[in-house]
């Protein structure tokens, strides 16, 4: 897979592309099931395939620090494309003349004049340019003149659920992990750099991997049951904490903090990801350092308890 930084950066396709557009945010069955859509098309017309992401995502832009939660940053999400059949993936920065696009332009300038594309997959609620008033019939009606041919991929469902981001952000700020690994094809995981924490949890005899997760927010808060991978090809079981700790004065950024069971390692500077399986409670404020100690413990047997009856 090629991963292409911007418009001033993109190759020349002199035979065309087949193209979707999203923010494929999860990269979920739905997601999944429109980019072997996307694959086959290229094999049959024999052409390369490419994916169109924005970032920041445009509600991100529009709507700051309100904007949904996100399931992936980007570079979690570049990570789980690259598993997937897809040529390329360009990286759109969205700003406001990209906002201020009359969908018109957007299709003759971007789609057709940068990207040479020739056919188009895009999702049944897609919508585009000023006031968002490009959508698929417009697609359709400009493909006709400019020779590119469109077709629209249907809602991936689930028995009567239809399989989105949102219904998946729903489900985790629900604490229904269930739903959400079932929609997203896998445990719901967050991954992340190890980094240098205040070093509290070992003084409290229980040593933590610290992840700054570098969001503006997260659909998940609490303590869960978790397992961990990127270090020696294993999966290690162990308890983590998803909030700004309360009992600890200082920084409301959140933090991923993750204790890992029968671990000894200098992971500092390592990739790591982690997969939540089975969320414990509520993050709480302890009047002591002595209270948060005696809960920490009683985490971790839950979450032990939870592992040994899971197998």
């Known amino acids: 897979m090629r991963l292409i ?39 049959e017309l024999n052409l390369p395939t490419a994916i169109m992401l924005f970032e920041p995502q445009p509600l991100e832009y529009f709507l700051a620090d309100n904007a949904p939660s996100r399931l992936m940053r980007l570079r979690e999400k570049i990570l789980a494309l690259n598993e997937l059949p897809i040529d390329n993936v ?19 300038a971007i789609l057709v004049k940068k990207l040479n594309v020739k056919h188009l997959v895009i999702g049944d609620d897609f919508h585009f340019g000023k006031a968002r008033r490009g959508n698929f019939n417009l697609l359709k009606e400009q493909g006709t ?99 700004i700790r309360p009992t600890i004065e200082g920084s409301h950024k959140v933090i991923l903090e993750t204790h890992l069971f029968d671990f000894n390692q200098d992971i500092y500077g390592r990739y790591v990801s982690v997969q939540f399986k089975q969320k414990l409670r509520h993050e709480m404020r302890f009047a002591s350092l002595e209270q948060l100690q005696a809960q920490i413990k009683l985490d971790v047997d839950a979450a032990k308890a939870f592992f040994k009856h899971e197998k």
């Open 5 to 43: 930084r911007g418009f001033s950066n993109l190759p020349a396709f002199p035979k065309g592309c087949i193209l979707t557009i999203g923010n494929f945010d999860g990269v979920h069955l739905g997601h999944r099931a429109v980019i072997e859509n996307l694959a086959m098309r290229g094999r």
């Open 90 to 108: 360009v990286i759109v920065r969205f700003n406001r003349m990209l906002a201020n696009y009359e969908p018109e332009e957007f299709i003759d």
């Open 145 to 243: 003149q400019l020779g590119f041919t469109i077709e629209k991929s249907t809602s991936y469902r689930l028995g009567d659920l239809r399989v989105s981001s949102t219904r998946i952000r729903d489900a985790l700020n629900a604490d229904d992990l269930t739903q959400a690994k079932q929609f997203l094809g896998q445990d719901y995981s967050i991954c992340g750099r190890v980094a240098q924490g205040d070093k509290l949890g070992r003084t409290l005899g229980f040593p933590t991997a610290n992840i700054k997760l570098l969001r503006r927010n997260t659909p998940i808060r609490g303590v869960f049951a978790v397992t961990m991978t990127g270090i020696d090809n294993r999966k290690f079981e162990g308890v983590a904490n998803v909030g």
